[in-house]
Nanobody
Framework: QVQPVESGGGLVQAGGSLRLSCAAS????????MGWFRQAPGKEREFVAA????????VYADSVKGRFTISRDNAKNTVYLQMNSLKPEDTAVYYC?????????????????????WGQGNQVTVST
């Protein structure tokens, strides 16, 4: 059982930066990809970014492209989300998610159902 632990959220002014971390313990060797999603009050959970563990292939939502960077440290079993030029509309609870199924079997990074385990969520608040 993989138990991801998130950290790094908080309150920041618009234009500022934050870095989220997602440290996965347990059977991390069985994870093929990791993703970040976010959910604002009254809205559905939406895709932010994803990365594959082995090749480091990345994909981003259009709303964060050029501002956010997803990366991973295989030795530490940790995935990061560096968030720069933050905007008030980035305010949300951010979740990391992991996929234990093979990427060959129709992996769609932006699909909630593509992931098999989730972190507890971390609040990010961007003030004006």
């Amino acid at each position: 059982q993989v138990q991801p632990v998130e950290s790094g959220g908080g309150l920041v002014q618009a234009g500022g930066s934050l870095r989220l971390s997602c440290a996965a313990s347990g059977r991390t060797f069985s994870s093929y990809a990791m993703g970040w999603f976010r959910q604002a009050p009254g809205k559905e959970r939406e895709f932010v970014a994803a990365i594959t563990w082995r090749a480091g292939f990345t994909v981003y939502a259009d709303s964060v492209k050029g501002r956010f960077t997803i990366s991973r440290d295989n030795a530490k079993n940790t995935v990061y989300l560096q968030m720069n030029s933050l905007k008030p509309e980035d305010t949300a609870v951010y979740y990391c998610a992991g996929r234990t199924r093979s990427l060959v079997s129709g992996y769609q990074p932006s699909n909630l159902g593509a992931y098999d385990y989730w972190g507890q969520g971390n609040q990010v608040t961007v003030s004006t």
